[in-house]
């Protein structure tokens, strides 16, 4: 089944987008309308979208059922609230559905009292576009559940969470600089399959906060309730209201609702942006034209060859290939042109992008760990303690290095200890 007919198939009659209409809808009144739509995204039942959703390995789950798999919603398994509603963390297995696999999944729990139609329709594409989506860079859904007025999804759960957490709330563990790169590649790879597929995908809502992460920081693209199929034939565009996230979005989806696969190079760029400054798209704290990344960065991204170093996160500590980086802003600056036709597509982003994984050997060395023993009486063979300059160190009672280790081998900072029986025997870790 195709996308659209799977969306129409949920939606029902009338309910298929948000600015489609028939010439039947176009001469209804607005509250006449509204009210249709509201009858045909309610009146959606478990069975209908289980049939829809047939030919998918989606669950359908009741609403007791994710009641006993978080423990009630408590506040213990609570893990986050986004713009869909709050996240909560549970576990599932064959004693819930046969074949299911034991797993922990996360449940994101939609109340429509506060958002509608407008987060029915979002809850529904995201079914739709999920449940028959595959990639290992999308994250996986599982299952669904539509009872009442309760709408849920579950997902597979992701331990390290959002990429936004990792860049912007966590200062005093900065992710490192191959991490990020590993974690733009896979994102975009992520972005490249759905524009690549039979029937493209807009994902239209690119942003750190939906990049998730695995435990070993593999990046999966969530939430695709705003996600729009591409335009067909010869069509160049996908006209649509304009949503999204202010500084993600592309100007000129901004300015005229028309929406391509190249929005979300745009958008890919400002979050490449926040990879390599550990900036935000947009933050009001700061001066001036600093306030919002792009603007404040192209010029650096024009010349990296002798500024990039400028807008680098300070927090890698310059720990990072000076090539790999320059190759990383080249890709920012290229996506995100005014103009859509000179960006590149995903899978140019991904060429460019790969490569400069293996880039490490002009990392700058970082900080030494160094060993030292305490100073002996006396030198093998040497003066007593009164011995001149001539004299070996630690004859002079002088502290010598037994051993120097890089901070980044597999020797780490706190492995090692300047230590002294005699002298310091309280002493930290030594780094110099």
């Known amino acids: 089944m195709g996308f659209r007919k799977g969306l129409l198939a949920c939606f029902g009659p009338g309910g298929g987008g948000d600015e489609e209409e028939t010439e039947q809808e176009a001469r209804a009144t607005p509250g006449a309308r509204r009210r249709r739509t509201v009858m045909n995204l309610r009146s959606l039942s478990l069975e209908d979208l289980s049939r829809t959703l047939a030919t998918t390995s989606l669950h359908a789950f009741t609403l007791d059922e994710l009641k006993s798999v978080t423990k009630n919603f408590s506040t213990a398994n609570f893990l986050g609230e986004g713009g869909f509603g709050p996240v909560y963390k549970g576990c599932v297995g064959g ?29 529904l594409a995201e079914v739709v576009y999920l449940g028959m989506l595959s990639h ?54 992520g972005l490249a399959f759905l524009h690549e597929a039979d029937t493209p995908v807009i994902y239209r809502d690119f942003k750190a906060s939906n990049i998730l992460l695995d435990s070993d920081y593999a ?24 949503m999204g996230t202010h ?66 996160d300070p927090g890698m500590e310059s720990q990072y290939s000076t090539r790999a980086a320059r190759g990383a802003a080249a890709v920012a600056h290229s996506c995100l042109q005014s103009v859509p036709k000179a960006r590149p597509r995903m899978r140019d982003v991904v060429d460019a992008l790969e490569p400069l994984l293996a880039l490490d050997d002009d990392v700058p060395m970082g900080p030494f760990v160094f060993t030292v023993c305490e100073p002996e009486a006396a030198a093998a063979g040497g ?17 010598h290095v037994k051993s120097a280790v890089h901070a980044d081998s597999p020797l780490r900072k706190g492995d090692c200890w300047v230590t002294s029986a005699a002298k310091r025997p309280e002493s930290p870790p030594g780094v110099i």
């Open 247 to 312: 500084g993600y979005a592309a100007p000129e989806y901004i300015l005229t609702g028309h929406l391509t696969a190249k929005s979300d190079v745009y958008s890919f760029g400002v979050v490449l942006l926040e990879l390599l400054t550990g900036r935000r798209s947009v933050d009001k704290r700061r001066r001036g034209r600093e306030q919002n990344l792009v603007d404040w960065a192209r010029p650096y991204l024009r010349r990296a060859d002798d500024r990039l170093h400028r807008v680098m």
């Open 136 to 189: 290992p860079h999308l994250v996986k859904l599982l299952g669904f559940c539509n009872q009442d007025d309760h709408r849920m999804l579950v997902y597979e759960y992701m331990p390290r969470g959002s990429l936004e957490n990792h860049l912007f709330n966590n200062p005093l563990a900065p992710l490192p600089w191959s991490t990020r790169l590993k974690i733009a590649v896979g994102a975009a790879k």
């Open 219 to 242: 990046a999966k693209l969530s939430d695709f309730g705003l996600a729009k199929e591409g335009p067909k034939g010869d069509d160049t565009h996908v006209t649509t209201r304009v």
């Open 383 to 399: 003066k007593g303690s009164g011995a001149g300059d001539d004299e070996p160190a630690a004859a002079q009672g002088k502290w």
């Open 95 to 123: 004693a819930l559905r046969p074949g299911l696999a034991a797993q922990q999944v996360a449940v994101k729990y939609l109340d429509l009292d506060s958002d509608g139609v407008q987060g029915h329709r979002e809850w």
